[in-house]
Structure formats: structure tokens, C-alpha cells
């Protein structure tokens, strides 16, 4: 099996490219962080996996694409976890026009640079599989994180679309919806965070749900059903509970 993720360097990356380190598998990871990708690499050579690693910026479209064709020259991807992602908030005030372009262009561009590229390969064979990281953050706008939470609810009402879309071409599309997993973007985050969970705990359950195909991979349960009630409610009940929110800092 050929998997493909990005953002591999920390966080949910850096725990699912070790997971899958241990199965019969060859690893595709990229991320802009070469030291810390470097690392990861002597990690997974240390498990026997084979894997190759790439310094890249998903941002870079052009760069995404070449690198995914030459790896399709040798190898046919299964599987493509788009997990590369930004996040920062409002705790300076109101979002920067800088900031927030930044986090769509990694957060939704960068996915779209990444699952294009492979589904043009997938649709050939008729079968493969995508994993689209979101987060619980986009089920409903939060005042102390605009731009994050928009660019999540894009990439995964997109992913929920194209579930249905590309099924006649045998292709599995699967939306993954964290909630608060210990990672370095979390690490910031100087408010409670309910049900934090590791980042290992979280990969397992992401790998899980990947394997059964899910269309949506959502946790913790409480967490995301306390989330999906609040996304239904009139947002004149939510608003002044959400305007009460604790910031997320900005860049």
C-alpha cells in the first residue's frame, strides 16, 4: 500500500505517518519543516518502513503537483491524507488580512493542491482513497478564530461533496473532524481545552475510521455532539456564547 501525507513534520501528521510506519507500507510525507522531518525519517527507518520524504509547502501548486506525478511514475497512490494545516485567532483583535489569506492558502488551497493531483491518478484505476483533515471547528463560525474555522468548513463540506461525487469513480473520500489534540498548534492555546487527547490516541482513531471508510470521522462524541447541537441552534441563542469564547492568539 502507497500513502501520501502532508504536514508530516508534527502534530496529527507526525503521529499518523509513525502509525502507519509500523504496517507493510510505502510512506510519501512532506512538510516545510526539513529538521523535523529529517527526524521523523531516522524514526520510521528505525521501525524498518519504507519512506521517502519531500521538503515542501503544500501552498506551492506547482511544486505539489510535480512531486505527486513523480512519485506516480514508480507508484500508484491508495491512499492521500491532505492533513497540512495553520491555525491562529484574534486575541490581537480582529484578523489580519495577511493572516487570514494565509491560513485559507494552506488550510484550503493547500488541500486542494494535494487531492487534485491524486484523484486525476485515481480516477485511471478506479479506486484509491482520500482523507480530508478539518476539524470540529467547522461545523460553526468562531468569533476567536474567523478565518480557521471558515477555512475548515470549506475543505469539509468539499470533502462531503466530493464523497458522493467521486464514488462512481471507486474513489473513497473520508472528512476527518478533530477536536482539541495535543499538538504543537494546540500548544499555544493558553485557555481549557475539553477533552484534549494525544495526538497518537488521535491518529489510531483516524486510521480507524479510514479503514471502515467512514464518510465523517468525528471525536471526542461529546465534544462533537455538543458542537453539531450548537451549529443547529438559531444564532441568536449562540451568539453571545460563542462572542464569550476564549481567543486563540494571532500570528
Known amino acids: 500500500m502507497n500513502i501520501l501525507i502532508t504536514g508530516a513534520s508534527s502534530g496529527l501528521g507526525h503521529a499518523l505517518?509513525?502509525?502507519?510506519?509500523?504496517q507493510d507500507v510505502n510512506l510519501f510525507i512532506c512538510a516545510r519543516n526539513s529538521e523535523n522531518l529529517s527526524n521523523l525519517k531516522t524514526l520510521c527507518k528505525e521501525l524498518k518502513a519504507n519512506i521517502f520524504t519531500k521538503d515542501l509547502d503544500v501552498t506551492d501548486k506547482g511544486e505539489v503537483e510535480v512531486w505527486i506525478r513523480k512519485i506516480e511514475e514508480d507508484y500508484e497512490i491508495d491512499l492521500a491524507i491532505a492533513n497540512a494545516g495553520i491555525s491562529a485567532g484574534t486575541s490581537g483583535g480582529v484578523e489580519s488580512d495577511e493572516q487570514v489569506r494565509k491560513i485559507?492558502?494552506?488550510n484550503v488551497n493547500g488541500v486542494l493542491n494535494t487531492i487534485h493531483p491524486v484523484?486525476?491518478?485515481?480516477?485511471?484505476?478506479?479506486?484509491?482513497q482520500i482523507a480530508i483533515i478539518s476539524s470540529l471547528a467547522g461545523f460553526r463560525g468562531l468569533p476567536s478564530s474567523p478565518a480557521y474555522s471558515a477555512s475548515k468548513a470549506a475543505v469539509k463540506v468539499y470533502g462531503?461533496?466530493?464523497?458522493?461525487?467521486?464514488?462512481?469513480?471507486?474513489?473513497?473520500?473520508?472528512?476527518?473532524?478533530?477536536?482539541?489534540?495535543?499538538?504543537?498548534?494546540?500548544?499555544?492555546?493558553?485557555?481549557?481545552m475539553p477533552f484534549l487527547m494525544s495526538a497518537d490516541k488521535a491518529a489510531r482513531k483516524i486510521a480507524t475510521g479510514i479503514k471502515k471508510n467512514k464518510s465523517r470521522i468525528t471525536f471526542p462524541f461529546?465534544?462533537?455532539f455538543v458542537v453539531w447541537l450548537l451549529s443547529i441552534l438559531p444564532t441568536g441563542l449562540t451568539d453571545k456564547l460563542f462572542a464569550k469564547l476564549p481567543k486563540k492568539k494571532s500570528m
Request: include cysteine.
Open 104 to 106: 485559507f492558502d494552506t
Open 17 to 22: 505517518t509513525l502509525y502507519y510506519a509500523k
Open 160 to 192: 462531503e461533496a466530493l464523497r458522493g461525487n467521486l464514488a462512481d469513480f471507486g474513489i473513497k473520500v473520508n472528512v476527518v473532524c478533530p477536536g482539541y489534540v495535543r499538538t504543537p498548534m494546540t500548544d499555544v492555546n493558553d485557555f481549557y
Open 119 to 128: 484523484i486525476e491518478g485515481m480516477q485511471k484505476r478506479r479506486s484509491g
Open 222 to 224: 461529546p465534544l462533537y
